[in-house]
């Protein structure tokens, strides 16, 4: 299973971009990366997922390099509503067996 | 559409009773999971089915019991409830398994349980 590392916390104000990067050193040949946000008292919600390049939605982007040991997901201009915990996923693309979450990443966004 | 829905969303227990937390999604997915999230803690994997009549241990399996009852329906249960099983427990759903898509979870809304 590939082991995911990210930062305990950031933050940022309002209106910047925020970039928050997640190393899976160990990531195997079909396994996708995704991202998850989480709110207080909420389950996590899905964000976006990727293989490989970048990947855009209408909420982020993913940029994932060559090599995919890690990943970046980018959040344009921020809001206050932006605010969560931010998860990063590896699994397999043909077995969701074991999907294991890391501790994640607290954005804090002030005005 | 409901997409995963979790009974009870609270519950106090007192150490050593047993209860039965529910899980069940509308949306036909394949795989389920149960999942636990301690204060200010991310979250650790329960138990997952990865298909109907299927069932595996996650990272911290001891002192549950999980039953696949059919395709919708995931159970999580407590048999002699301690204390360190005082957390939030998480439903989630997956359709991964009939097509080639990877870690899109669906997740409950929650069951906050605390056991005294």
Redesign the interface.
């Known amino acids: 299973l590939a082991k995911t590392t990210q930062p305990i916390s950031m933050d940022s104000y309002e209106g910047q971009e925020v970039n928050i990067t997640c190393s899976h050193n160990n990531i195997a040949t079909n ?4 991202w ?1 946000q989480q709110f207080p ?6 964000i976006i ?1 990727g293989y490989k390049t970048k990947v855009t939605n209408e909420v982020a982007s993913l940029f994932i390099p060559a090599d995919r040991k890690s990943s970046t997901l980018s959040l344009p201009r921020v809001s206050l509503s932006d605010t969560a ?1 931010y ?1 990063c ?16 990443t607290r954005l804090q966004v002030f005005p | 559409n409901a997409g995963v829905t979790q009974t009870p969303k609270f519950q106090v227990l007192k150490t050593g009773q047993s209860m039965t937390l529910q899980c069940a999604q509308d949306m036909n997915h394949n795989s389920m999971y149960w999942y636990r999230q301690d204060p200010g803690m991310g979250l650790r994997l329960i138990y997952y089915s990865a298909s109907e009549g299927t069932t595996d241990k996650g990272e911290v399996p001891n002192g549950y019991n999980v039953s696949r009852l059919n395709k919708r329906e995931f159970s999580l249960r407590l048999e002699s409830a301690a204390p360190s099983q005082t957390s939030v427990y998480f439903c989630a759903s997956s359709l991964a398994g009939v097509v080639q898509i990877a870690g899109e979870l669906f997740f409950g809304e929650g069951s906050r349980l605390t056991v005294l």
């Open positions: 396994d996708y990366i995704t998850y008292s909420q389950g996590p919600r899905f997922q915990v998860y996923l590896v699994g397999r693309s043909y077995n969701t067996d074991k999907l294991i979450f890391g501790t994640g």
